[in-house]
């Protein structure tokens, strides 16, 4: 099994100015970086930093529009996938790609079965797989169903792939996401396993205490450009979080201050299924907009989703109005006066092919029935006009279908589905992601009207100025758990990401 020569100060792989847009968003603009055998080389940044455009670039999965890339002192260009494997260059995803109901071994060499007199050679495929498991520090049989395995194992398993093709890049996006510390400890031993062989591993992760145990030298990624580049002696929490979050934040929308009322949204005790190791206490106001951050994988969505009845609770309770609740379904939620705007609007949000009208009419069918039994089409062109108008909804006619509008005017409409309903608590997940500066501030002008109207407001961003500037207060939450509550001049960046990353803050209240 060949793993790449050893430790070198030649870069295997050389980032030369790539730079790539998607539409009107620039995902990445002259990013550099140099990349050598027998080193981990992580890579950091906030959400949106550019990070998994980079990687699609390295794996041959996108083509970067500016820059090039040169492999052992060639500019070279990666077509595709199979180009970057060509190269040794292999793309482990944080959803990892394995087919669970075939085996390890089959796995291990699918698409690339070696074979005996035109027949698939299986013996050959047990006695190769081992060895690679074996590399891996994995003992199971090469015939052991995927479907059988620990999350932890598939990672290895998707290790051992990538071994098996001469991998001299590994590139590991987010790895121990779903592990435990006891299974990402083993991940690690693997990792310095492979970078003693020559390997080079580039490192993609939130969790900055394991940037720091892995290592050898960090690039920052800012707004899809280098923020900076640390050296193994320069790493630490600190210089890291500095440079990622290393600008001025802007406060582009003005608040009004206006009064908060009572408790509206209290959670207790609150278990999710992605999480029920980590209960949720927090309270939301009336009239109070409270932001949530944290990174990806945070908890924030499946939160969200748990308080408006999408997921069942594993314990506590939710109260809305100081009555308590167990919601067995998002109608439930509704009735109890809650409504959530979900971060996929067109998946969970909208029915694309029908009219604007339709899908604002969609919540209140039941609660409008004419009769018990016929929709209330009255009711539904009285409820659209006034949301179109409210929102400032760009629509040549009620009838037009969703699919025909801007991303804004899309957003608006899941928006205004929901403000029909007139909801007590607003749930929103991302309220402006995929939209332009201009539908930005329309939602948070009617989000401060809401507001205003005494209406609580919880909502999840991954816009650290979003969250800045549109929160009476923020919560952070970090692998399922609120890590911190921040208020007043503790509402800053560096703070917010301290809290993101798993550290704690002194001033902060749990």
């Given at each position: 099994m060949k793993t790449g020569a050893n430790r070198s100060d030649t870069p295997i792989l050389q980032v030369d100015a790539i730079s790539k847009r998607f539409g009107g968003v620039q995902a990445l603009d002259g990013v550099s970086l140099s990349v050598f055998p027998g080193r981990v080389h992580a890579v950091i940044g906030e959400n949106g930093a550019g990070k998994s455009t980079l990687m699609k670039i390295l794996a041959g999965v996108l083509q970067p529009d500016a820059g090039r890339l040169v492999v052992d002192d060639r500019p070279t260009v990666l077509q595709n996938v199979?180009?970057?494997?060509?190269?040794?260059?292999?793309?482990?995803?944080?959803?990892?790609?394995?087919?669970?109901?075939?085996?390890?071994?089959?796995?291990?060499?699918?698409?690339?079965?070696?074979?005996?007199?035109?027949?698939?050679?299986?013996?050959?495929?047990?006695?190769?797989?081992?060895?690679?498991?074996?590399?891996?520090?994995?003992?199971?049989?090469?015939d052991t169903l995927v479907s059988d395995l620990t999350i932890a194992q598939q990672q290895m398993v998707e290790i051992a792939k990538a071994l098996s093709v001469d991998a001299?890049?590994?590139?590991?996006?987010?790895?121990?996401s779903s592990l435990s510390q006891r299974e990402a400890e083993a991940l690690?031993?693997?990792?310095?396993?492979?970078?003693?062989?020559?390997?080079?591993?580039?490192?993609?992760?939130?969790?900055?205490?394991?940037?720091?145990?892995?290592?050898?030298?960090?690039?920052?990624?800012?707004?899809?450009?280098?923020?900076?580049?640390?050296?193994?002696?320069?790493?630490?929490?600190?210089?890291?979080?500095?440079?990622?979050?290393?600008?001025?934040?802007?406060?582009?929308?003005?608040?009004?201050?206006?009064?908060?009322?009572?408790?509206?949204?209290?959670?207790?005790?609150?278990?999710?299924?992605?999480?029920?190791?980590?209960?949720?206490?927090?309270?939301?106001?009336?009239?109070?907009?409270?932001?949530?951050?944290?990174?990806?994988?945070?908890?924030?969505?499946?939160?969200?989703?748990t308080v408006f009845g999408v997921a069942p609770a594993v314990g506590g309770q939710v109260k809305v109005g100081g009555r308590g609740y167990r919601f067995r379904s998002c109608a439930d939620a509704i009735e109890a006066g809650i409504a959530l705007v979900p971060e996929d609007r067109k998946q969970q949000g909208l029915i694309l092919e029908m009219a604007v009208r339709t899908n604002i009419g969609l919540p209140g069918l039941a609660r409008h029935k004419v009769a018990g039994v016929f929709q209330n089409r009255r009711r539904e062109i009285e409820d659209t006009a006034q949301m179109i108008d409210q929102l400032r909804i760009k629509v040549a006619d009620p009838r037009q279908r969703v699919q025909d509008l801007s991303g804004g005017n899309q957003q608006k409409v899941v928006i205004g589905k929901w403000l029909s309903m007139h909801p007590d608590?607003?749930?929103?997940?991302?309220?402006?992601?995929?939209?332009?500066?201009?539908?930005?501030?329309?939602?948070?002008?009617?989000?401060?009207?809401?507001?205003?109207?005494?209406?609580?407001?919880?909502?999840?961003s991954s816009e650290m100025e979003e969250v800045i500037s549109m929160s009476d207060r923020v919560l952070v939450m970090h692998e399922g758990r609120l890590m911190g509550e921040l208020t007043g001049d503790q509402v800053t960046e560096e703070n917010i990401m301290h809290l993101a990353t798993g550290s704690t803050l002194e001033t902060t209240k749990a």
């Open positions: 199979s180009s970057a494997l060509g190269h040794g260059i292999a793309l482990i995803h944080q959803e990892l790609n394995l087919c669970d109901n075939l085996e390890v071994g089959a796995n291990i060499f699918l698409g690339r079965e070696p074979r005996r007199l035109g027949l698939i050679d299986f013996a050959s495929i047990r006695q190769q797989s081992r060895q690679y498991l074996q590399a891996v520090g994995l003992d199971i049989s090469p001299r890049v590994l590139i590991m996006d987010e790895p121990t690690f031993q693997v990792i310095d396993k492979l970078r003693a062989e020559g390997v080079a591993v580039i490192y993609i992760s939130h969790r900055l205490g394991e940037v720091q145990r892995l290592a050898d030298e960090v690039t920052v990624l800012r707004d899809g450009r280098n923020a900076g580049r640390l050296a193994r002696e320069e790493i630490s929490h600190d210089r890291m979080v500095q440079l990622m979050v290393g600008r001025d934040i802007s406060q582009f929308y003005a608040r009004r201050p206006h009064a908060i009322g009572q408790p509206v949204l209290e959670l207790r005790g609150l278990r999710t299924l992605a999480w029920p190791q980590h209960p949720i206490d927090l309270t939301v106001h009336a009239g109070e907009m409270v932001g949530l951050a944290g990174l990806v994988g945070a908890g924030r969505s499946e939160l969200l989703n608590v607003l749930l929103l997940d991302e309220p402006t992601r995929g939209v332009d500066i201009g539908a930005k501030q329309e939602i948070y002008r009617l989000m401060e009207e809401l507001a205003e109207r005494g209406v609580a407001i919880l909502f999840a």
